[in-house]
């Protein structure tokens, strides 16, 4: 998929693997339950996919969720990170397109916060729309992806 609008962080490589993650919240919760989480080794080379719903947690928490998978040693496992275009509205919330953007660019810095101090040498990509979002791009979560940064191209195997 082309990606004109994506913001790419450390696009010096490519990677071709298999993806995992989700929804953060809904990680979040596996990974404090530790219910449906396998060991950290099992993630190593894979492509972490992450997104938040609308209920639009806020900069700081996102960063404290990707702490704790930090802490654990999770976040280290993954060479490439895509992170979906956060939701920034709702049915009961519609901020004006400033805040909107103001909040994804929350949402980002949280991201790259936690990269930098959990996995410094990560690659990352924000803005794909993907999860709780509209448009919204069918990716294979446990499927194969290739990240390459050098040509700012995301490719889904299906």
């Known amino acids: ?14 990677v071709t693997a298999p993806t995992w993650g989700g929804n953060l919240e809904i990680l979040h919760g596996n990974l404090a339950a530790h219910r449906w989480i396998k060991p950290n080794a099992d993630y190593a080379g894979m ?9 639009m947690p806020p900069a ?11 802490e654990r040693g999770l976040l280290e496992q993954f ?3 895509l992170v979906g275009t956060a939701k920034a509205s709702n049915i009961e919330h ?3 397109q400033e805040e909107r953007a103001r909040f994804r660019d929350e949402q980002r810095e949280a991201v790259l916060r936690a990269l930098a101090d959990y996995h410094p ?6 803005g794909v729309d993907f999860g709780h979002t ?25």
């Open 1 to 14: 998929m082309p990606s004109p609008g994506f913001h790419w962080h450390r696009a010096d490589r490519v």
């Open 47 to 55: 492509i972490l996919l992450l997104e938040t719903s609308e209920e």
């Open 60 to 70: 700081e928490e996102v960063f404290r969720m990707l702490r704790n998978a930090g």
């Open 79 to 81: 060479p490439a990170v």
């Open 94 to 96: 519609r901020p004006p």
């Open 121 to 126: 040498s990560a690659m990352a990509v924000f």
């Open 134 to 158: 509209a448009p919204q791009w069918i990716l294979p979560y446990g499927g194969r992806m290739t990240v390459d940064g050098p040509g700012r191209r995301i490719i889904a195997h299906f």
